[in-house]
């Protein structure tokens, strides 16, 4: 069995935790030095008493978001979104600094905001630097750590074979302890053939940890056996490994399951918005930027239709109901009436194809969703997205909610106009085989947002309007 090389960063890694603050902070400082010889600008004692408030600010905030966590195991791009996120609160100080003092005119606009873009993307790319050589020195036995999983049930398994496939983090897995399964063994990732011993049971982890200096216990136990699992944590007290309960929350449906405390006792959220804090402000960002120039743009089609919907048939233009927003609160859809009739009532029947209630000239605007675009003033008003979850009719809601578990989760956020299921071709009809397949795309749009994503489902909607067959 293979010991592994520990290394200097375990034995140092307070200094090495020191060391990358301090260097975080000097790329800033030196950045702005640079960019001020690039453009010919005079480093006068101005853009020194700039560098040096930076340099401190981030000394000071960079820790405060947790950029300094162990990287063993952590999403890269988690930690890039950090750098990103405490840069702009920087920034931000340093802005309202400079208009306080009125000392914003006497800097050059090129290198202030050359660095300001380029400080977070230089301090990005160091981490993927670091990240990238770390994760290359650990494949090959550097740095590593000594592992056992107390637990060999589908959680203990799931969570070895996830180790398993990034060996760029560095967890050598020595075996697992088990009170049912002594003395077999666990396949792990039957495709490369990974199998894992299970070393003992759970008396025996404590004796085993001390003997093989194991640096970390994952305790992947299953929630009925908590007093077995109060058993073992109070055991692993007399060792020195790093001990890590794992909680077995899989069996639950989760949405952007996270933690969290509440004055210093931990949390463990199964369900939340994808848009708590700053990606809030990031969504209604998009919403209000991107809604305002297509509402721009889309005003002279808008009034051409208006005028086509008022003399193609009798009835209003504009055709109001409610369904249901953010948090389940009621709100008012617009949309361009199609049909000859406006149903918001107790029961209403959804759209067909060939159905006799649509108009000529509204059959052509759902063909093609122009019926929608009154809904770019829900998007400013707030009470919509340009991108989420489809809303359906209230009567529609109160009918699925009853038969489709996890519905209502989609109510977590505004709903939107276009959507993650509506580019994967769900539209059209709400049978509940249907509106079981929409579920899962809204709910997997939850799990996994980004404004990327947003801007690529807005980008696909674009296409789709010119082939969506289930438009009717």
């Not at 010991?3 to 902070?25: C, E, I, M, P, T």
């Not at 952590?74 to 003092?101: E, H, P, S, Y």
């Not at 019926?371 to 009918?399: K, T, W, Y």
């Amino acid at each position: 069995m293979v010991s592994g090389q520990k290394g200097f960063f375990q034995h140092y890694q307070h200094l090495v935790v020191r060391a990358q603050q301090l260097l975080d902070a000097l790329v800033i400082f030196f950045l702005l030095v640079l960019l001020c010889h690039f453009y010919g600008a005079e480093f006068h004692p101005y853009y020194s008493w700039l560098a040096t408030i930076a340099f401190f600010l981030s000394l000071l905030v960079f820790p405060s978001v947790k950029l300094y966590q162990p990287w063993r195991g952590a999403q890269i791009m988690r930690l890039v979104a950090r750098i990103f996120l405490a840069w702009i609160f920087i920034v931000a100080v340093l802005t309202f600094l400079g208009f306080v003092t009125k000392k914003t005119g006497i800097y050059s606009r090129r290198v202030l905001l050359t660095w300001m873009t380029a400080s977070p993307a230089a301090l990005a790319a160091l981490r993927l630097l670091v990240y990238k050589m770390l994760g290359w020195a650990r494949a090959r036995g550097f740095n590593t750590r000594r592992v056992v999983i107390a637990g060999a049930g589908e959680l203990g398994r799931q969570l070895a074979a996830n180790i398993l496939q990034v060996r760029g983090m560095g967890m050598q897995i020595l075996g697992f302890f088990d009170d049912y399964k002594k003395g077999a063994e666990v396949d792990l990732l039957p495709a490369i053939g990974a199998r894992q011993k299970i070393l003992g049971d759970l008396d025996d982890l404590v004796d085993f940890v001390r003997q093989h200096k194991v640096d970390m216990v994952y305790l992947a136990l299953p929630f009925r056996a908590e007093n077995r699992i109060r058993q073992v944590i109070e055991a692993l007290q007399d060792t020195t490994a790093s001990v890590y309960l794992v909680p077995d929350v899989f069996v639950f449906s989760l949405l952007r399951a996270g933690l969290t405390d509440l004055r210093g006792i931990p949390l463990i959220s199964l369900w939340e918005t994808p848009f708590f804090g700053v990606n809030g402000w990031l969504k209604r960002a998009e919403d209000l930027i991107l809604g305002s120039l297509i509402l721009l743009c889309m005003l002279p089609i808008m009034a051409i239709i208006a005028l086509g919907v008022k003399f193609s048939s009798p009835g209003p233009v504009i055709f109001k109901q409610r369904r249901w927003g953010l948090n389940g609160e009621e709100i008012i859809v617009y949309k361009f009436r199609t049909m000859t009739v406006c149903e918001d009532g107790e029961t209403i029947k959804q759209a067909e194809p060939c159905d006799q209630r649509l108009t000529p000239f509204g059959a052509f605007l759902r063909r093609t969703s122009l019926d929608e675009l009154p809904q770019f003033f829900n998007v400013i008003q707030g009470s919509m997205s340009i991108v989420g979850p489809r809303p359906h009719a209230v009567a529609h809601n109160e009918f699925f909610r009853q038969r489709l578990p996890g519905y209502m989760l989609r109510h977590k956020v505004r709903p939107g106009i276009t959507g993650w299921a509506q580019i994967h071709g769900c539209r059209g009809g709400s049978s509940l085989q249907e509106m079981e397949r929409r579920l899962e795309y809204d709910l997997d749009y939850l799990r996994r947002w980004s404004l990327w994503l947003d801007l690529k489902i807005i980008f696909f909607s674009i296409f789709l309007i010119l082939r969506d067959k289930n438009a009717y």
